[in-house]
């Protein structure tokens, strides 16, 4: 099983971006899902996460104010929306589903996306 993150590319600072994570195999309904980056020579950050029932979410301060992430369960899909991009965000964003109900700011998460490219440069 794996989940499919797309919506990533090139933006000027100051830009919006959303990303999508989608599960073609399977139901995200039972799924806390969380967004991670990681930017090249860095280690992986956690971005945010997302409940299963979506009425609890978390946010990196490095993201906080910026980010929103949202889930569409007839979609079946969660986002991510960015804004006043800045340079630093520039990284592989990935998404992941764990099973369970509670938003984990963490790595224990057991369906992991292959990332999608996010670079935020004039």
């Known amino acids: 099983l794996q989940v499919v993150e797309s919506g990533g590319g090139l933006v000027q600072p100051g830009g919006s971006l959303r990303l999508s994570c989608a599960a073609p195999?399977?139901?995200?309904?039972?799924?806390?899902v969380g967004w991670f980056r990681q930017a090249p020579g860095k280690e992986r950050e956690r971005v945010s996460c997302?409940?299963?029932?979506?009425?609890?979410?978390k946010y990196a301060d490095s993201v906080e104010g910026r980010v929103t992430i949202s889930r569409d369960n007839a979609k079946n899909t969660v986002y991510l929306q960015m804004n006043s991009l800045k340079p630093e965000d520039t990284a592989v964003y990935y998404c992941?589903?764990?099973?369970?109900?509670?938003?984990?700011?963490?790595?224990?998460?057991?369906?992991w996306g292959q990332g999608t490219q996010v670079t935020v440069s004039s």
């Open positions: 992941a589903a764990g099973l369970f109900r509670l938003c984990k700011l963490s790595d224990e998460y057991n369906y």
């Open positions: 195999g399977f139901s995200l309904d039972y799924y806390g």
């Open positions: 997302i409940s299963i029932s979506g009425g609890s979410t």
